[in-house]
């Protein structure tokens, strides 16, 4: 019997750790459960963001476009980790909630750097 990989090769991007800790981003933004939902929203947008802009940028040919397309999700992911923790100040999310969010946005902010420099 064929395996998953067999039948759906990867594609490039979900190779990528800085894709991985991305989708984590997006998913500890998600159990943070903000109770306001226009900062929810924005939050999780910005996490969606984030995780799609590096998809795309690694699909990029053009050096200067995929650094670019990189920089946008640099700025999503501090974006999305920066709205819990406003949500957190306001008391709209639990504080555990923001450092974990903290961890991952920084995380993924470094690693989507890195790859700006190749």
Known sequence: MANKTTLYPALPHENLIAY?????LLVAVFKADIRGSDLRDQALRAARSACLNIAEANGRDSPGDRKRVFAIARGEAAEAASAVH???LSGLCAEEHAERVRKLG??????????MRR
Do not use: M
Not at 20 to 24: E, L, R, S
Not at 106 to 115: D, E, K, S
């Open 20 to 24: 991985q800790v991305a989708c984590d």
């Open 86 to 88: 406003v949500a957190s």
């Open 106 to 115: 920084g995380r993924t902010v470094a690693l989507v750097t890195g790859l």
